[in-house]
């Protein structure tokens, strides 16, 4: 973990906006009902223990870590599917990039059927495509990788339940208070608003950040089309006129 | 209407669903070649300074049942109490304590544990010092947004009684929730997500 940007930030970062976030408890997606805490989070106030997080160097990353489409398939094949590049800006809640951020992310493929030993599906495994990538946000917080577009898949929530098509995204920010995961989803596709899992978000512009439109303008001919995903998690709070603590 | 506030809004969270050990510990998920190993399996390395410590326990649910499919997130100080992040203004930490781990719960009895360093105290903005502790971050198939909560030592008792955060929650019945004790081969620390017990979790 080296030192990647300058001058360095610290402080308190601004309080999440609950409004946006799903609840602990959401019925609507069984699984939440046993995992939600029933006691009201504590609120401790913000520590060097949540301002401060790690951060990752390139060397930790592989030639092939934001192409998925090459990163486990045999030498000169490729998965079936739909070729795509998701790409997009990492920022925070004041419109300032974030560079220097690891984002990881995982997805089942064409046929909607994830590499994993807990996985039922009957769609094929693809024996082209592992699932998952990785890419440090640049200078200008941005990121673009190289993926299959994912199938919807069915999944034991109700009688006849499906998931939208969808990439599992995880992000690191510069303090661990800013760690976020969520899912991106694609533009049109008709089964999101039937989705318990989006339906736990209870804020429908906030569903919207979620899906990714299509991006004509960073589609190359005749090889893939592109969707963009901007990212942004939380801000650090303005320190005007503020008389900084001992320690903070 | 009055003028806009400048500012975008966080990214909503989702659950990391089934299936978070394709993205997040591939190699522990069976899917070997993309990455050499998974990231944050070592917190510290070989020459860290400050005592070992091991630490071990589950995640349990509402109903009692250890979660299988948990992973959990560490991020702590060095020995002296100095985080390995760009954002520590204070110092150099310890360039053998990364702080931050990354380990999977046991697919078949729920269990984890880690090898670390009890970390240093950390100065709290009220200027006092706080106990040291580990910072969890708790992520699985239903859970709607990472679950965050602190580890302290149920042997630095001194340090918690004056602990800034500790002394100031309310029921303190439930302050015990957050103390690992020590057993024989390491400190124990069970997180209890719902029900008797229920872990304290915060709100950062
Ligand atoms: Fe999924």
Redesign the pocket.
């Known amino acids: 973990m080296s030192k990647l940007f300058s001058p360095t930030e610290t402080g308190a970062f601004v309080a999440r906006n609950p409004g946006i976030h799903p609840p602990s408890y959401t019925p609507g997606y069984k699984t939440s009902v046993a995992r939600s805490p029933k006691h009201a989070k504590l609120s401790l106030g913000m520590t060097l223990s949540e301002m401060t997080g790690p951060v990752f160097g390139h060397d930790i990353l592989g030639d092939l870590d934001n192409d998925m489409i090459l990163n486990f398939a045999a030498p000169g094949e490729s998965p079936i599917g739909q070729r795509i590049i998701v790409h997009g800006r990492l920022l925070d809640e004041r419109g300032r990039p974030v560079p220097g951020a690891l984002i990881e992310v995982w997805?089942?493929n064409a046929g909607g059927r994830?590499r994993h030993k807990k996985e039922s599906y009957l769609a094929p495994l693809d024996p082209n495509f592992g699932g998952c990538g990785r890419v440090i946000t640049d200078d200008d917080g941005y990121y673009c990788f190289r993926t299959i577009k994912p199938g919807p898949?069915p999944w034991p929530n109700g009688p006849n339940e499906w998931?939208p098509a969808?990439i599992?995204f995880s992000v690191f920010g510069h303090g661990f208070a800013q760690r976020l995961i969520t899912?991106m989803y694609f533009e049109g596709d008709p089964l999101i608003p039937l989705c318990p899992i989006v339906r736990t978000i209870p804020d429908e512009e906030a569903i919207k950040r979620l899906i990714a439109p299509l991006d004509m303008n960073h589609t190359i001919p005749m090889d893939a089309r592109a969707y963009k995903f901007d990212i942004v998690l939380r801000g650090r709070r303005s320190t005007l006129f503020e008389n900084r603590l001992e320690g903070n | 209407m009055v003028q806009p506030l400048d500012t975008l809004k966080e990214t909503s969270s989702q659950t990391a669903?089934p299936?978070v050990h394709i993205g997040l510990t591939p190699n522990f998920a069976g899917i070997s070649g993309i990455y050499d190993e998974d990231l944050g399996t070592r917190i510290i390395e070989d020459g860290v300074r400050g005592e070992r410590i091991t630490v071990a326990g589950k995640v349990i649910d509402g109903t009692g049942t250890p979660l299988k499919d948990a992973v959990i997130e560490i991020w702590q100080a060095d020995a002296d109490g100095l985080y390995n992040s760009p954002s520590e203004t204070r110092g150099e930490a310890d360039p053998k304590c990364r702080g931050w781990g990354r380990f999977p719960v046991d697919g078949a009895d729920g269990s984890f544990s880690f090898e670390t360093v009890k970390p240093g105290r950390v100065a709290h903005p009220s200027g006092r010092d706080q106990a040291p502790h580990l910072t969890f971050w708790i992520v699985a198939r239903g859970i709607n947004i990472g679950l965050q909560t602190r580890m302290y030592f149920a042997d630095e008792e001194e340090a918690n009684s004056e602990d800034p955060i500790l002394t100031k929650i309310e029921h303190q019945s439930r302050v015990p929730t957050l103390i690992a004790c020590k057993e024989a081969d390491g400190y124990r620390f069970d997180i209890r997500i719902q029900g008797h017990n229920e872990t304290i979790f915060f709100d950062i």
């Open positions: 997805q089942a994830y898949y998931r969808h599992h899912q | 669903g299936y």
